[in-house]
């Protein structure tokens, strides 16, 4: 697989926030998102041995880039921590749906669908196991209140998420996010890392 990363730390956002993982991060992505974290440019080719051999704890997360751009070898690792007992986690933009026999091995699909873009929603939220992380902001990329206060009431409330964008400590758009998630009922997500400057 072709990866940017391998590292240790404490989910920052989501469902699964304060709890600690492995994070596998992988390259590759199909959509050009203005401030973006990623690194696009630093990639290594790695095997899928070698990656479980990385693996501490029993929590796993697949983020990237977009994961699903390496589907093949995505669901040959999936299918590999599973047999380990390894309780997966993975992180997309909804683009590229993920096959059903894949996503069963899955405990948390947590599907950031970027605005403008072509991602499935219908078939994200028939799956029990995946939530939906809107992110609110200014980047052309980001959700406004506007156009999300439709499309919430829509969705099963316990598994979507406001997040607000920010790459500062201070997360200026978290009071936005905060009042809309109180406002329509569902969860808010914070990100962690960010605050305290952490990976």
Excluded at 51 to 60: A, S
Excluded at 84 to 102: A, C, F, L, Q, V
Aim: charged share 25%; net charge positive; glycine share 8%.
């Amino acid at each position: 697989m072709h990866l940017i990363e391998i590292f240790q730390s404490i989910q920052g956002e989501g469902p699964a926030m304060g709890r600690p993982a492995t994070f596998v991060r992988l390259a590759g992505c199909n959509l050009c998102c203005l401030g973006c974290d990623t690194d696009r440019k630093s990639s290594f080719k790695i095997s899928l041995t070698e990656i479980e051999k990385r693996i501490k704890g029993k929590r796993v997360v697949i983020t990237g880039g977009e994961p699903t751009m390496q589907m093949d070898e995505l669901s040959q690792l999936i299918e590999m921590l599973h047999n380990r007992g390894k309780e997966i986690h993975i992180e997309s933009n909804g683009t590229n749906p993920i096959h059903r026999r894949t996503l069963d091995l899955i405990h948390y699909a947590v599907i950031s669908p970027k605005r403008g873009s072509n991602f499935h929603l219908d078939y994200w939220c028939a799956r029990e196991n995946v939530h939906i992380k809107f992110v609110l902001g200014k980047a052309p990329w980001c959700w406004t209140t506007d156009l999300l206060q439709p499309i919430l009431p829509t969705l099963d409330k316990e598994r979507v998420w406001i997040m607000a964008y920010g790459t500062d400590r201070d997360m200026q758009g978290a009071r936005e996010a905060w009042d809309l998630a109180m406002q329509m009922g569902i969860n808010y997500s914070d990100r962690l890392h960010i605050r305290l400057c952490r990976r």
